[in-house]
């Protein structure tokens, strides 16, 4: 499997990352000089299906087009700058300039970084100015500051991180040099990147298997079950499924009355935004047949693990009783849509190894407490109450006081305080998560 990764920079620095890529033959380079930074905008929009990942030459131009939102952070990466890059730079400037700078100022590195590397190295008769930053400065703000150094006499040469700016301060008559990434610093990015690009390509080839369930109620089934209406419903239903099977590119099969399965891959429902394609679905089935579905998404590596995930993403819609969307991941983690509202994310598995022992003999589940610290973070609730798990899981309070009564059994909370009922009972108990 052949990774394409695009990388965005000046040329000498693609160069230098077009030479350490020789050493990894599953990578292939598609290069993107720019001049000035605006131009990455142009860059990505236009490239952006060519490539699986983006090398940025440094964090400067990384960090502008995150901002910007032109990419997200899954989408690339920089080499990180350390101490060596610094010190390397320096050693250049001495040779040139056939002199010993004791007083120089620096971009870009975290100053924690450069007092390690000269605490290390005990170059403690260096006087070193340094503007660390996260995120994206401007090459103005750059050459700004080390300009007032200088003309202050407080430096006598500058070391950069930014091509534009030594340009511009060479041109000024400022000593400045630059810091490039080690090829080492170069190597680790270029696995990391392909590492990545491999995991989504597998994670886009995995089986997904859409499951869509009438919800009839008890009487609906009495009173219809063999009858016309009921046929032309899911007739109406089927048509708007075998529109979705088309436009994720699956196959759709009918397992029952009210039952259907649609067989696709994870790349296919990506592309359609799989939470929003089926929240908007069952609002348009409920608009056309004046019924309500509950979908269960399942995600595997095999269609047998694709359909476990279906099935238990069934076992969690149908305790709504209104229209849901649940889906279940390859790592058991399960996320809930309702209408109007915010997805819930909890996972099955248990909350760690620290936990897993105080889990082998409570009578609640791990996935119930996962569900309950999800739903608090959701609602923003340090504190939590009967009341609450009765709203959050449609139970009765009898059975929220049960679940907390155990949770602060195995230590997963502990008691805060007290509110009032607001009424003549007695007040309800506060609880606080320990994890």
């Known amino acids: 499997m052949l990774i394409k990764i695009g990388v965005i920079g000046p040329d000498d620095s693609i160069k230098r990352i077009n030479h350490v890529a020789t050493y990894f033959d599953r990578i292939e380079l598609v290069n993107f000089p720019y001049h000035q930074i605006d131009e990455i905008e142009h860059i990505l929009k236009k490239n952006r299906g060519l490539v699986d990942q983006w090398f940025f030459s440094g964090q400067s131009p990384f960090y502008y087009a995150l901002e910007k939102g032109w990419i997200t952070d899954k989408e690339g990466s920089f080499p990180p700058l ?96 630059r810091v ?6 170069i190597r680790m990015i270029l696995q990391y990147l392909l590492e990545r690009a491999q995991s989504r390509k597998y994670r886009k080839s995995q089986i997904a298997i859409v499951g869509i369930e009438v919800i009839y109620s008890t009487q609906t089934l009495d009173e219809s079950h063999f009858s016309y209406k009921m046929k032309h419903q899911e007739l109406d239903l089927k048509r708007n499924l075998l529109h979705i099977a088309q436009k994720i590119n699956g196959s759709m099969v009918q397992l029952g009355d009210g039952l259907f399965f649609v067989y696709t891959t994870r790349g296919e429902l990506d592309l359609q935004e799989e939470e929003s394609i089926f929240s908007t679905l069952t609002q348009e089935v409920k608009a056309h047949t004046d019924l309500d579905i509950r979908v269960g998404l399942g995600f595997g590596v095999t269609v047998l693990e694709a359909e476990h995930h279906v099935r238990l993403a069934f076992q969690h819609a ?87 009564t155990e949770m602060e059994r195995i230590g997963i909370v502990a008691i805060s305080g007290e509110e009032q009922s607001g009424g003549r009972g007695r007040p309800r108990k506060l609880y606080r998560f320990q994890l």
């Open 82 to 177: 350390h101490g060596s890059s610094f010190f390397g730079a320096l050693l250049e400037a001495q040779m040139k300039e056939q002199t010993l700078f004791k007083k120089i100022s620096i971009d870009t590195i975290s100053k924690q970084e450069i007092e390690t590397a000269v605490k290390f190295h005990s170059f403690d008769g260096i006087d070193i100015a340094s503007y660390p930053y996260e995120g994206y400065r401007s090459a103005e703000q750059l050459i700004e500051y080390h300009r007032s150094l200088y003309e202050k006499g407080e430096i006598e040469a500058a070391i950069t991180c930014i091509q534009s700016v030594q340009k511009s301060l060479t041109e000024m008559g400022i000593p400045c040099y």
């Open 180 to 185: 490039v990434p080690t090829n080492l610093s």
């Open 318 to 404: 149908r305790k709504h009783e209104s229209s849901i969307v649940v889906s279940v991941n390859e790592d058991k983690t399960v996320t809930e849509i309702l209408p109007s509202s915010k997805p819930v994310t909890y996972s099955l598995n248990n909350l760690g190894e620290e936990w897993k022992a105080a889990f082998t003999e409570a009578t609640v589940s791990s996935a119930i407490v996962s569900k309950i610290l999800s739903l608090s973070r959701h609602y923003d609730k340090e504190e939590i109450t009967s009341q609450d798990l009765s709203r959050w899981l449609k139970s009765t309070e009898r059975n929220g006081r049960r679940i907390l």
